[in-house]
């Protein structure tokens, strides 16, 4: 099958290196390239920064920070979108043609930003399959799988748990998906939440990861 994981964009006041490289969905790309899938990865928080106007929610905030700070250390200069606009992305997700999608939600304010992704592609195609993990997901799955944007979630460790979902997504063997710990899913309209029961001890089976698959002069 062929997957796009993408990390999507983030809206916020300032950008951090922590957040940038996606290093946890190159460890997941060398899992499902060992196991046979055409793999990609599409980087959102590459492209320009766009200014947005502040949500409401935050407005109080432009009472205690001056726009007009100049010091090398503000962070509340502004409220921006960091990385691809929507339509950009849009248009890669189609160029793209992939089977599946993995969108990766780790930060819980971000999240509306992974789900404005799953939103473009069932929009584009609602037969495409978008699977969401990242540590908000796994925190809250089911709130996750209410959106009917997305169609199953890999909570904690996907290096083993994503292949497993996809082996039973391509031989259509609904049945396999209640046997995989960590995976969530609707049967008949309902979610279901499989918990984790088991974790990856030796970290030196995985595969390096696919960094190949990353804009390097990032």
């Known amino acids: 099958m062929k997957v796009l994981l993408i990390q999507p964009p983030v809206r916020d006041f300032y950008q951090t290196s922590i957040r940038t490289q996606p290093i946890g969905l190159a ?5 499902l390239k060992e196991r046979g899938h055409e793999v990609e990865i599409l980087d959102c928080q590459t492209g320009k920064t766009a200014q947005l106007p502040i949500p409401s ?9 001056p726009s007009d700070d100049q010091s090398p250390f503000k962070l509340y200069s502004g409220f ?8 950009e992305i849009r248009r890669r997700i189609v160029a793209s043609r992939a089977d599946v999608f ?3 939600s780790s930060f819980t304010p971000y999240h509306g930003e992974a789900l404005e992704i799953a939103r473009l592609i069932k929009e584009w195609d609602r037969d495409r399959i978008v699977v ?3 540590c908000h997901v796994t925190a809250d ?12 979630a890999v909570l904690g460790e996907g290096e083993n748990r994503f292949p497993l979902l ?24 309902k979610i279901h939440i499989n918990p984790v029961q088991e974790f990856i001890q030796d970290l030196d089976c995985l595969p390096y990861p ?8 990032r």
């Open 102 to 104: 993995g969108i990766s």
């Open 132 to 134: 969401m993990g990242g």
């Open 166 to 189: 996809l082996e039973g997504i391509e031989r259509d063997n609904f049945g396999r998906m209640k046997e995989i710990d960590g995976i969530g899913y609707r049967e008949n309209g």
């Open 27 to 31: 460890y997941l790309a060398a899992s």
């Open 80 to 87: 921006y979108h960091f990385g691809m606009n929507f339509g």
């Open 57 to 65: 929610e935050l407005s109080y905030l432009q009472d205690v920070y």
């Open 210 to 217: 696919a960094r190949e698959l990353l804009e390097m002069n």
């Open 141 to 152: 799955s089911g709130t996750v799988l209410e959106s009917p944007y997305v169609d199953y």
